[in-house]
């Protein structure tokens, strides 16, 4: 099973809103990734995990506030957002382990920010 | 840094015809390639990867890709083209030195025509 799945798929906020994207897997990865894509454009790394612990942060603005409750999850907390954060954002996940490198996508979700 | 590089913005193609889609890289060290398709509003699927070993990489949904050392270059192949492989196709390159992120090109829109 190489599934990410993510919540919700497509989600409208306006800019004072409190909002949450949420990812899981069970493919036991224990990196795991949020991206943000702009239409026709290459994803955009935003934020890594390895072990649970917050390894890279892309200097992504405070707005956007990562978070991994556990090696499953994945959540991404979206406050005070700019119009121009509207994009798909994706979550991904990879073992990072022997040659074992790729990682594996979720279907992304749909973000419009009002 | 690594860097790929995607020297056509699209490509097309008639039903039955060989596809290629181009992608030269740059690196420092031994490179791990990758090859990623989406589809209009999904996430990236993994279709193939070069780590080491023999030049010639098969992945999923009939793809192949040639690894060339002296050419810098990792091409995406099918056979016959199908009107269900018209996609943007990715092309990325993992960064070791950067926490195994994945960097990527600037993709590359196939249209293939019955």
């Known amino acids: 099973d190489t599934e990410v799945t993510q919540t919700p798929k497509h989600l409208v906020m306006g800019m004072t809103n409190k909002k949450s994207l949420k990812c899981e897997q069970h493919m036991g990865h224990r990196a795991m990734y949020w991206y943000k894509q702009k239409a026709k454009k290459p994803p955009e790394l935003m934020f890594v995990?390895?072990?649970?612990?917050?390894?890279i942060n892309e200097s992504v603005p405070s707005r956007f506030s990562p978070e991994c409750p556990n090696s499953s999850l994945l959540n991404l907390h979206l406050h005070a957002l700019q119009p121009e954060d509207s994009a798909l954002y994706l979550c991904?996940?990879?073992?990072?382990?022997?040659?074992?490198?790729?990682?594996?996508f979720g279907p992304g979700t749909r973000l419009t920010v009002t | 840094a690594q860097s790929v590089a995607q020297p056509e913005d699209q490509v097309n193609v008639a039903e039955g015809n060989p596809l290629t889609v181009k992608c030269t890289y740059s690196?420092?060290?031994?490179?791990?390639l990758f090859w990623y398709v989406q589809y209009p509003n999904r996430g990236l699927q993994f279709l193939l990867k070069y780590i080491t070993g023999d030049n010639l990489v098969k992945g999923s949904y009939g793809f192949e890709a040639e690894f060339n050392k002296s050419q810098t270059s990792f091409h995406l192949k099918k056979p016959s083209a199908l009107v269900s492989d018209s996609a943007l196709y990715f092309c990325?390159?993992?960064?070791?030195?950067?926490?195994?992120?994945?960097?990527f090109g600037g993709g590359t829109r196939v249209l293939v025509k019955p």
């Open positions: 990325a390159v993992r960064e070791k030195a950067a926490g195994n992120k994945l960097t």
């Open positions: 690196v420092s060290g031994n490179p791990y």
């Open positions: 991904a996940s990879s073992q990072n382990s022997g040659t074992t490198y790729e990682q594996y």
């Open positions: 995990y390895s072990y649970e612990k917050l390894s």
